[in-house]
């Protein structure tokens, strides 16, 4: 397995790449593709290893799904009520969003099931989801009265809540929204801030009633069936944020990224990197499937440092690690606040981002529910470790291309959880990446 990366320092980017699909979009259209009847097609699929979680669970439950090539799939769905009890533990791998989404779907089920995966996803929390399917009705349990995975879910009849989420989270959303599909009555959920929207827009796009009044949204059992979707998922966003970070960083730097999803309930770190001075241009814009896009065209400049908190940070949760790459670079201080949720990402995304900047010479505090940075610094190669987490790996490969001399990044292969080809992508803007099998243990 290639698990080990040598990027050499001081490599601006220059040229047009496009980045794979977006994760989000990609595990609800395989999702809700399944539960609507008849033929779904999707292309620019995210064949990474989260996405392929979700995949195996829905052929678990009995539904048929042709891949036509890596990133198209054709789906045979089974309707709501198609869906059949699987013979084994449901393996959600290292994807919460896998593991929170299908909690909601089976929830209201006539079978039972039980949903497992790595050491990593059985250490984050689950109780924010289980709490609100018991109040529902459901019978679903797990380790600690249910704070964590293995989750078991027998049959029941949910009733609808309303629930006023205590966190913004998509993936609480999203599950009570699905839950909210096989329940009695109607749904309400009330979110703190703006999470990501993509389940409301493409189950509403499919049919399904799930309104939206400003932060509160409904759901409720259909009374026709879901209709199939045809889609071409966006570029992710997420994705394309190390690379932005990357060419706003350096000023020869000139780069274009084509097609990549612009909901504004993801642009966080765009808005975010303008304010730091970057220079980032939306260019080409259309609609994909109820989702906006643009070409993203950056050019490397000065950033200067910012302060970040509020409601704002839940549109940029998965980019924090990065944007404290960014602030390594920004004249002045940066301050992100309010971003506790990072410390229950794959990693303790405070910890590992400002402990694996550090050795690089970043000057970078941690607090409670963020970080602070003051820079610019000219960060130095030297030997750093993914802890397992993909958005880490690809924000200190970031910090790699901004270093002086040349980085190793311990535990790499995760980059293929979310960006598959991150490092040919990198290749094809001419960045010397080197890739070495073997493994070294997190210290
Ligand atoms: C996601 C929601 C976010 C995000 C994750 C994907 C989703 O998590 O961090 O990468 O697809 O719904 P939370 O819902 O825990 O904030």
Known sequence: ????????????LKGQCAVPGDKSISHRAV?????AEGRTCIRN???????????????????????????QLEIHGVGLDGLQEPDNVLDCDNSGTTMRLMAGLLAGQTFMSVLNGTGQIRGRPMGRIVDPLRTMNARIFG??????APLTIAPSRLN??????????????????????????????RQPGPARDHTERMLGAMGAPVTVLGNTIHSERPQTPLQPLDITIPGDISSAAFL?????????????????????TRTGIVDALIEMGADILRKDRSLQGGEPLASLVVSGGGLRGTQFGGERIVTMIDELPVLAVAATQAQGRTVVRDAQELRVKETDRIATTVSELKKMGAQIQETADGFIVDGPTQL?????DSHGDHRLAMALAVA?????GETTIYNAHVTADSFPGFESTLRALNVDVQETDGTKKND
């Open 380 to 384: 130095s190669g030297t030997v750093v």
């Open 400 to 404: 790699s291309l901004i270093a002086k």
């Open 160 to 189: 609808a809540i309303e629930y006023p989420m205590p966190i913004a989270s998509a993936q609480v959303k999203s599950c009570l929204l699905l839950a909210g599909l096989y329940a009695h009555g109607l749904t309400i959920v």
């Open 1 to 12: 397995m290639t698990d080990i990366l040598t990027i050499r320092g001081d490599q601006p």
């Open 45 to 71: 699929f995210l064949d990474g290893h989260d996405c392929r979680a979700t995949i195996g669970i829905m052929r678990a439950l009995g539904v048929s799904i042709d891949e036509i090539n890596d990133t």
């Open 31 to 35: 999702i809700f593709g399944s539960i």
């Open 143 to 148: 380790r600690q009265n249910g704070k964590y």
């Open 244 to 264: 932005l970070v990357a060419a706003s960083a350096q000023p020869d730097s000139k780069l274009t990224i084509v097609n990549v999803g612009i909901n504004s």
